[in-house]
Structures are given as structure tokens and as C-alpha cells.
């Protein structure tokens, strides 16, 4: 499905972004595994998807940085000679009520998760120009659609993306390059691991699955996303939320 594309998954090295780099070099697409910190788990991520008979390679950036990520991707498209997809997944939450939550905290949240993704898009759209072709995913959140107690600073960076989403996919068009955003629901990661029992029944008694996503769930609507069978699609949000928001 994606076989001689080029991937840059930032986030990649756990959670959703290592299944969606994974399952991107399943369908065939080379990976540019872009990390924060643990370089162990990037280039394992990097090793489990080069069994795919694909190139890897990691690249260690900090997306709130702009001219750190802007290194990155110059690095990442001379080693790879192109870049036809980028996923925007890394993201990070400093969960606190507005009352608590300091400015400080606010601000990295949407560093990270909201200028981080403009900062990589940016990177990449003379590149994406010049081809007339390219599909961006934007990993956002079903929290952006109708918030979460002790989210404001998360929320806002997630309802931000989806509109962030939309105005590329404006500007993009006429280019042949599409854009399109993913929003997750209670999905089985890490993070929700942590969560107390108490705290995950209650979420999971609010799906009307009656069950948690996995990370591939939403990796694979990502893969659809970034393949030609959704060239007629851009500016979506497509929810993966086991009808959460329904």
C-alpha cells in the first residue's frame, strides 16, 4: 500500500507513534523515527521495522524547537531523499485543573503538541510543494472536540491541531497534498495503564464498545490516510473512539 513511500513519524519511539511508524513500514513505507529522548527505543523501533524489508532510521529532535527540528528534517530528507508522508504525533500532557495549572505548564503543552506540528509542517512544505503530492496526518485528540476536566492546556492543544489541520489542508490543495487528522479516544498505551482502576472503569462505562482502542487501531486508519486510497480526502477529522463522541 505504501511500498517506495517515505514516512516521518515524529513521536515514534512508544504508544501510538512506534505502532504507527510499525505499521507504516508494514504496508511497505520507509520510517524517519523521530524521538525526544530514548534513543534504546527509537532504534529498536527502527530494528522491528527494518524486518519489513524497509530503511529506517532515527533522528533525535525536540519538535517545540524550531530550528532543532528544522535540522532534523534537513538531515532526515537528505538521508532519505524525500519525504512523501509526515504524521504529527508527538505530543505530551501536564494534567492540572485551571486553578492549579501554572502558565509554564500550559505553554509546554502547547509547545510540544501545537507548534511542534506547525514547526514540522512548515519544515516540510516547500518540499511537499515542490513534489505536488504528499499526505500529512495530524495525531489530535477526541479531548479537542469536546474537552476534559484537568486538559485545558492538552484540549486546547488538540482542538488547535484540528484546525491547524484544516487550514493546511486549505492551503495544500492545490498542490495535490492532503491533510487529515485522526482524533483517539481511551486507547490502551502507557498512559492509560497508569490511570487508577477506579478512573479506568469509569472511562471505559463512557464507550460504547465497552472497551479500550489499541495503538494499532489507530495506526492502521493512520496507514489508510497516508496511502492513495484516501487521495480524495483532506481536511477530515476521522474519530477512532469506539463512538465515544457519537
Not at 87 to 103: F, Y
Not at 128 to 151: A, D, E, P, Y
Not at 185 to 205: N, V
Amino acid at each position: 500500500m505504501l511500498k517506495g513511500k517515505t514516512a516521518l513519524v515524529t513521536g515514534a519511539s512508544r504508544g501510538i507513534g512506534r505502532e504507527i511508524a510499525l505499521t507504516l513500514a508494514e504496508h511497505g513505507a520507509n520510517v524517519a523515527v523521530f524521538y525526544a529522548g530514548n534513543r534504546d527505543l527509537a532504534e529498536e523501533v527502527c530494528a522491528l521495522a527494518e524486518q519489513h524489508g524497509v530503511s529506517a532510521k532515527s533522528f533525535q529532535c525536540d519538535v517545540s524547537s524550531f530550528e532543532e527540528s528544522k535540522s532534523a528534517v534537513e538531515e532526515a530528507l537528505q538521508c532519505f531523499g524525500g519525504i512523501d508522508i509526515l504524521v504529527n504525533n508527538a505530543g505530551i500532557t501536564k494534567d492540572r485543573l485551571i486553578l492549579q495549572m501554572t502558565p509554564e505548564e500550559f505553554e509546554r503543552v502547547l509547545d510540544v503538541n501545537l507548534k511542534g506540528a506547525f514547526y514540522m509542517t512548515k519544515h516540510l512544505f516547500p518540499h511537499f510543494m515542490r513534489k505536488k503530492s504528499g499526505k500529512i496526518v495530524n495525531v489530535s485528540s477526541v479531548s479537542g472536540l469536546f474537552g476534559n476536566i484537568g486538559q485545558a492546556n492538552y484540549a486546547a492543544s488538540k482542538a488547535g491541531l484540528i484546525a491547524l489541520t484544516k487550514t493546511t489542508a486549505r492551503e495544500l490543495a492545490g498542490r495535490g497534498v492532503c491533510c487529515n487528522a485522526v482524533a483517539p479516544g481511551f486507547i490502551d498505551t502507557d498512559m492509560t495503564a497508569a490511570m487508577p482502576e477506579a478512573a479506568r472503569k469509569a472511562a471505559l462505562e463512557s464507550v460504547p464498545l465497552k472497551r479500550m482502542g489499541t495503538p494499532k487501531e489507530v495506526a492502521q486508519v493512520v496507514a489508510f490516510l497516508a496511502s492513495d486510497a484516501s487521495s480524495y480526502i483532506t481536511g477530515e477529522v476521522i474519530r477512532i473512539d469506539g463512538g465515544l463522541c457519537m
